[in-house]
Nanobody, 127 residues
Framework: QVQLVESGGGLVQAGGSLRLSCAASGRTFSNNAMGWFRQAPGKEREFVAAISWSGGSTYYADSVKGPFTISRDKAKNTVYLQMNSLKPEDTAVYYC????????????????????WGQGTQVTVSS
């Protein structure tokens, strides 16, 4: 069974940091771009960041460019999202996902182009 399991979410004060992890099991995603999305209450799921299958290229939503960093450890089949300088508007459930294309880059920011998803981890930033 293929699974993506996120961890690392929690409650943090504004200006703080969190590091999210997404561990894959059941298959390797070493040939797939990986992405992070988030969904705030009452809002649609939105793209946050993506990393290429090689790990050599990244892409960010304008709203997180700078404070957030996506990375991957292919040996551990794990993707990370380092989030610094967090703001209350970053509060959301964060999901990792695997792009459906093999060795495709740039990956799209469209959720429908990702075919494996984790269950999500809650990030709450207090003011």
């Amino acid at each position: 069974q293929v699974q993506l399991v996120e961890s690392g979410g929690g409650l943090v004060q504004a200006g703080g940091s969190l590091r999210l992890s997404c561990a894959a099991s059941g298959r390797t995603f070493s040939n797939n771009a990986m992405g992070w999305f988030r969904q705030a209450p009452g809002k649609e799921r939105e793209f946050v960041a993506a990393i290429s299958w090689s790990g050599g290229s990244t892409y960010y939503a304008d709203s997180v460019k700078g404070p957030f960093t996506i990375s991957r450890d292919k040996a551990k089949n794990t993707v990370y999202l380092q989030m610094n300088s967090l703001k209350p508007e970053d509060t959301a459930v964060y999901y990792c996902a695997a792009h459906k294309g093999v060795r495709v880059w740039p990956a799209t920011t469209v959720a429908a182009d990702y075919n494996y998803w984790g269950q999500g981890t809650q990030v709450t930033v207090s003011s």
